[in-house]
Structures are given as C-alpha cells and as structure tokens.
C-alpha cells in the first residue's frame, strides 16, 4: 500500500479519506472486486456487461461541466487550485475516452427495467452535482478528491475492456494518489474540514456503490432471459 506523506501536517485527514475509499469504494464492492483484484480481463469477456458498465459510467460522469468542474467553482482554498486545474484537463481526456468506448460497445443492453435504470442512474447523478455544488466548506473538495481516489478502479476496469475491444487505452493524467493526498496535507485549517470532506466522500462512494449493485442486478435480469 502506497504510502501517506511523511511531511504532512495533518496525516489523520489523508488517513481517512484512505481508509474510506478503501473500505467503501468500487474495489471494494462484491461485483467489482474480481475485476480489481483478480482477472480483469475474465471481467470483460461478457462485453455485454462490460458495455452496461460503460454507459451507465458514463452517464454518471460523461456529462460537462463535471463534478470536478462543479467543485473547483466551491472551492476556496488557495493550495486545491493547482491541482483542481490539473484534474479539471485531465477529466476532459476521461470523457473523451469514456465516449469513445460507449460508441466502441454500442446501445446501452436490452435489459428489462430499462426506463427504472434510467430514472435511478437520473438520481445518482443528481445527487453527485449536488454534492459538487456545496456551499458547505470542503464537502465539493473532498467529492472532488474522492473522485480522483476512485477513478483508479473503475479505469482499470475501463482499460481491460478497451484492450478486449482492440482499444489501445491512453495514458491517463489524473493526479496521482500521492499528489492527492499531499494536497490534503496541505490544506489549512484541516480541523474545520474534515468532516466536510467526510461526508462529500461517503456521499459519493454511496452513489458508486449505488451503480455497482443495480450493474449486478442488471447482470442477474439478463442472466434469467437467456
């Protein structure tokens, strides 16, 4: 496990956004786990799975502005803006990339419930701009953050399923776990926003979360039609 900054100043911050991600993020959910931790290219074979899991990701996040874009709006903190601007360019590549494979898969797959997964996955993303949109002090950063903590297991998802497409993934230049956490270091004034940053990751994970159980449940309806 990579490890927290050794000069930060407020390590406990870093500490638990680590372990929050860790605890409750995709790598952690029972569907995605495999793909994360095992053979992600069995993950993919089914490329009728892999092709929900694009689309509904990038209904999710494929929009513009985005999450991040919506939180660097929110966020006062003079240390965060380097690296927002980073994420900011970096996610436009994201969703380049993201629209690349959803024409690469093709529709969205015939799946009863279709208009009942297009209302819930309506919600979550709702619910994440509105989390990217707080007016409370460091709720939008710590989605933000989150986001940037997460992409990691859902790209290595994405990737296996571009290599299985014939698909050459691009590098990505999302910053990296360690600039992550050395921002949160960084940030003054740590006390005042913890709990802010707290709840903006929990909020979020539980919209992946949210994403990975109706995936799953997808999976099983179609599993019964054949």
């Not at 950063?141 to 299985?164: K, S």
């Amino acid at each position: 496990m990579e490890q927290l900054p050794r000069t930060s100043t407020n390590p406990s911050l870093a500490a638990l956004l680590v372990a929050i991600v860790d605890q409750d993020g995709s790598a952690s959910h029972s569907y995605c786990a495999p793909a994360i931790n095992g053979d992600r290219h069995a993950f993919v074979r089914d490329l009728v799975d892999f092709a929900d899991f694009v689309h509904l990701v990038t209904l999710l996040h494929g929009q513009t502005p985005g999450l991040i874009d919506h939180a660097a709006a929110r966020t006062v903190e003079v240390v965060a803006r380097g690296w927002l601007l980073k994420a900011i360019d970096a996610f436009a590549a994201e969703r380049q990339y993201l629209n690349r494979l959803s024409v690469a898969v093709g529709p969205l797959p015939s799946t009863i419930g279709h208009s009942e997964t297009s209302t819930i996955v309506a919600q979550q993303r709702h619910a994440i701009e509105m989390l990217a949109q707080s007016d409370r002090r460091g709720t939008a950063l710590g989605t933000a953050l989150t986001l940037v903590l997460e992409w990691q297991a859902i790209r290595a998802v994405l990737d296996a399923g571009a290599i299985r497409l014939g698909i050459e993934p691009p590098s990505s230049g999302m910053p990296s776990r360690s600039e992550t956490l050395a921002l949160l270091a960084d940030l003054p004034e740590p006390e005042r926003l913890t709990r802010a940053v707290q709840f903006g990751a929990t909020q979020l994970l539980g919209q992946h979360r949210g994403m990975w159980d109706l995936l799953k449940a997808r999976t099983a309806v179609r599993q019964t039609q054949n």
